[in-house]
């Protein structure tokens, strides 16, 4: 069974209809990516599945339906969503930022985790008493990843990771995301334009354009791909 199935997923914005549809799915420890244009659905997608939009169809979570649950519940279920432009806290420092993203757990491990995310992003640990909006764009991601991952999430959404970051900072975060994934075995939903750096850490990807998957496939089979290789990849 996969840790998460959705099919015939429509959503939008009042009469506007983004999504027209589609299916997809991520087996237990994969990293997923899906790549479109701007206003392909990218990023409706990983509101739909966060309780964001209005949504119909289905969309199954580690064997139970998270269809049309509030953002709160979706998070307790095990899903953790890095929106994009960050969604740090500014006015809070980053331990208190961290701390924040483990509000739903009652274990007595989160100094245990702080100390693990510290040393996954030095640069975090180094700052811990700063506020967050007085962090470089890169450190700010880094941030909203780690908060996420302080949820100890089964899945982590992430919405276009590499946006306005520097070229060698956007190398350096997806390696310490492919790295999350083997290390931990923490399954990942990508959204992204780089297809170069996300199909380098994912499994397999789906292309979404105008709201529907009109190609999907492995991520070799994806790189390999005439059509995505002229439209994603610059060859």
């Known amino acids: 069974m996969s840790l998460l199935e959705v099919r015939s997923l429509r959503a939008g914005y009042g ?34 599945l966060s309780g964001m939009v209005e949504t119909s169809g289905e969309v199954v979570f580690d064997g139970r339906s998270i269809a049309g649950a509030r953002p709160e519940q979706v998070a307790q279920a095990g899903v953790a969503h890095v929106p994009q432009g960050r969604g740090t806290v500014t006015d809070l420092t980053v331990e208190e930022n961290l701390r ?43 941030l909203a990843i780690a908060r996420a991952m302080m949820a100890r999430p089964r899945l982590v959404l992430l919405d276009e990771p590499s946006l306005g970051l520097a070229p060698l900072i956007t190398q350096g975060l997806f390696r310490t995301l492919g790295d999350m994934n083997r290390d931990l075995g923490t399954s990942m939903l990508v959204v992204e334009q780089n297809a170069t750096l996300a199909l380098a850490i994912a499994t397999r990807g789906y292309v979404l354009e105008t709201g529907e998957i009109v190609v999907e496939g492995t991520a070799t089979e994806l790189a390999g791909n005439d059509d995505v290789r002229k439209a994603y990849l610059g060859i």
């Open 100 to 142: 924040l993203g483990a509000y739903t757990r009652r274990d007595k491990e989160v100094g245990t985790d702080l100390e693990r995310w510290y040393e996954m992003f030095p640069r975090l640990a180094e700052r811990r008493q700063q506020q967050a909006g007085g962090m470089s764009g890169g450190e700010q991601q880094m």
């Open 15 to 48: 009469p506007v209809e983004v999504l027209r549809g589609i299916d997809f799915h991520v087996d237990e420890g994969e990293v997923v990516v899906i790549l479109g244009a701007n206003g392909s659905g990218k990023t409706t997608t990983l509101r739909a």
